[in-house]
């Protein structure tokens, strides 16, 4: 078949589905039928018992401040039965430091002057994700400021907090770290792409298609020679460096993208790595942590040292009674050490359930996924977060304040 005389008129594939796609997505529009952007999700309230737990004070002394007039005022359900909203958890934070100082830190544990910001990297890997959400939300619960960034490009952070995105590019985006970084001069502050979350006390930096963007720029300035690897990444630690004074604590779910987690990695004050307790995994785990030192060692050699204040290995999706995942895990310990956490995060069908929800089991009651296996999933959940939270506490030169509840899972799983 001869060829056309008009072929530089024939429109590119790539240019005709772009145009395909934009058409139907502007029908959507119009009809009211696209998706939202974000989705208006509220978070529930909290009963009086989980308050109590939260604080760590007793249903009767919550109950009677109540009575009282003291603190914020619940809100009565049937019976009676009193519940909170996590903005009146964090004022009733501020009353109790207030009325009892001497247990200011313990109610309200947000850093003090001369303390630093803690930025932890969680590392790409298995149920990276999940830790990430379940880490951001849990410090929020317990009364940090805490900032959430997903260098995901697809989302999958994002999408847990209500963000939902097309693969294609609209104005009407919330922006991600790809605007705080860009290389040319449409690069905007820090601040401006920061979103709230329905967690008071919790932001997210949405992880968006643009991500790709910013790797392959990296990719083409550093093979140009104009930009090296390291001064990339130094980009993270200024952004971040305009937003300190805001939070306490700011968790950063890595993605697969180089020059981004060679980001992540500098501007760490800690880096948390997963792992699931399968030989094979290990070996996942392990080429992962070759890149990290990779990456380490690259913005060393530019002459910035890279001081951690921890490493630690946290493993996920266990199961205590699998005899081979024991032996997995007596390896990890006798090849990590300390660094390994003792306390886990098991299989759980709960865990599983809320996240086909879109929700994490913090936003979810008990009878939405069945209480026993909603009461053992929150154990080992919380008795993670606790575990790095007494990290953060010895970092700070505070004394641990969730020891306790950090080794009770644990052992109960060596038992």
């Not at 299989?347 to 929700?359: L, T, V, Y």
């Not at 936003?363 to 929150?378: F, I």
Request: charged residues 25%; proline residues 4%; contains cysteine.
């Amino acid at each position: 078949m001869p060829r056309s005389k008009n072929t530089r008129q024939i429109e590119p594939t790539s240019a005709r589905i772009q145009r395909h796609t934009k058409e139907l997505w502007d029908r959507l529009i119009e009809r009211g039928a696209a998706p939202s952007l974000r989705d208006d999700r509220t978070l529930r309230s909290f009963s009086l018992g989980e308050v109590a737990e939260i604080l760590g004070v007793s249903g009767s002394y919550l109950r009677q401040l109540s009575i009282d007039g003291l603190g914020p005022t619940p809100e009565l359900g049937t019976a009676g039965r009193r519940s909170y909203t996590l903005q009146q958890i964090n004022e009733l934070r501020a009353y109790l430091a207030s009325a009892r100082q001497k247990e200011a830190l313990k109610f309200c544990p947000r850093r003090r002057e001369g303390e630093k910001l803690q930025i932890i990297s969680v590392a790409a890997g298995s149920a990276s994700t999940t830790t990430s959400l379940y880490l951001a939300q849990g410090l929020a619960l317990q009364g940090y400021r805490v900032l959430a960034i997903d260098l995901d490009p697809e989302g999958s952070l994002s999408e847990m907090f209500g963000y939902y995105f097309p693969d294609i590019h609209f104005s009407e985006h919330p922006a991600s770290m790809y605007a705080a970084l860009s290389y040319d001069d449409d690069r905007v502050s820090m601040l401006s792409v920061i979103q709230p979350t329905h967690f008071a006390g919790l932001d997210l930096v949405p992880g968006t298609y643009e991500l790709f963007k910013f790797e392959r720029e990296s990719k083409k300035r550093f093979h140009s020679g104009k930009l090296r690897y390291p001064d990339a990444s130094i980009r993270m630690v200024d952004a971040l460096k305009e937003v300190e004074e805001n939070y306490d604590v700011v968790v950063i779910h890595c993605g697969p993208g180089s020059f981004l987690t060679a980001g992540a990695y500098e501007a760490a004050t800690g880096v948390l790595v997963t792992v699931r307790p399968q030989m094979a995994n290990i070996a996942s785990m392990a080429m992962s942590l070759e890149f990290y030192s990779h990456c380490v060692s690259l913005v060393e050699k530019a002459g910035r040292p890279v001081n951690h204040d921890f490493t630690k290995y946290l493993v996920t999706r266990h199961d205590p009674r699998d005899v081979s995942q024991q032996e997995v895990v007596a390896l990890l310990r006798d090849s990590l050490g300390d660094d390994l956490l003792t306390a886990t995060v098991w299989e759980s069908d709960a865990i599983r359930q809320a996240w086909m929800k879109g929700r994490s089991l913090y936003e979810l009651s008990a009878g939405e996924v069945g209480r026993s296996a909603y009461e053992q999933a929150m154990d080992t959940l919380n008795s993670t977060n606790a575990a790095v939270t007494d990290i953060l506490s010895k970092v700070w030169g505070r004394p641990p304040m969730y020891v306790s509840r950090a080794t009770r899972t644990a052992g109960r799983a060596s038992s």
